[in-house]
């Protein structure tokens, strides 16, 4: 389940609690370890190299939505680890079952949705590139989303992180990993680990000596998340901006091919 993408957690963490009675609190952190080496191993081996089926001129991995999400993931790791301390072990597992319940409800629903708009999608030319394009009833999901951006609340932000035309069709064709998002990434990996060595904890003491549930502790604790937030809110809005860029670039693209037809 790793290797294919879809995570497995799901799969790991009741496999351990079955088959090896293991308790929630150790499954859990147990089954991150062993998808932590899974996706490394599926990562160098096929999905780094691996081009998206849709344009195979652009890499697999969306580095941008990972480098938005990643962050996110990492400050909830830092809670999830302080809550397998605190929380009961039959918590957990009512948690894990309603988590993955939701999760697997929304999947199926994402995929069917994905599925019925990837089988209606055409391909039109534009200035060399081959970009998304819809027939004109088509269009209005695309122009409501574009209304949905502007009117977002964070509009005025999302605009500073707009892209120009020419970086977006230089985007739909290149294979380079952009630089912005795995700065982004390195950035929210090395302020943990960081802030982690300096604090402490359980297993492992503090390099500087901080006694751990002290007032510095709890400090460097809660340190963690502002970069982690701030990394992942700007890279939100970095996607953004690039969605409305590729959006707009749709509908003229589309509007032109229904004017040659």
């Not at 790793?2 to 308790?23: D, E, H, K, Q, R």
């Not at 912005?180 to 297993?203: F, H, P, R």
């Amino acid at each position: 389940a790793s290797s294919s993408g879809t995570g497995g957690g799901g799969i790991f963490v009741p496999s351990l609690i079955i088959f090896y009675a293991l308790a929630a609190k150790d499954a859990i952190p147990l089954s991150k370890s062993t998808i932590l080496a899974s996706t490394i191993a599926a990562l160098f081996s096929t999905q780094i190299w691996a081009s998206n089926p849709a344009n195979r001129r652009q890499h697999l991995i969306h580095y941008d939505t990972a480098a938005t999400l990643g962050p996110t993931v990492l400050a909830g790791t830092v809670l999830g680890v302080t809550f397998n301390i605190l929380i009961p072990g039959y918590v957990l597992l009512i948690c894990l079952c309603l988590i993955l319940a939701l999760i697997s409800v929304r999947s199926i629903q994402k995929a069917w949705k994905v599925y019925k708009k990837e089988t209606k999608a055409m391909t039109v030319e534009v200035d060399g590139s081959k970009v998304r394009g819809l027939t004109l009833p088509e269009l209005e999901p695309l122009q409501g989303e574009l209304k949905r951006i502007e009117a977002s609340l964070i509009w005025g932000i999302i605009k500073l992180f707009r892209p120009t035309q020419e970086s977006v069709l230089l985007s739909l064709k290149s294979r380079q990993i952009p630089l912005v998002a795995l700065i982004a990434m390195i950035s929210g990996i090395c302020w943990l680990v960081l802030t982690t060595l300096l604090k402490g904890g359980d297993g492992a003491p503090s390099i500087i000596g901080i006694r751990m549930c002290s007032l510095y502790f709890w400090l460097i604790f809660f340190s963690v998340f502002p970069p982690l937030l701030t990394i992942s809110g700007c890279m939100a809005c970095r996607v953004m901006a690039k969605r409305h860029a590729i959006l707009t670039l749709q509908i003229w693209a589309a509007s032109r091919n229904n004017d040659d037809l």
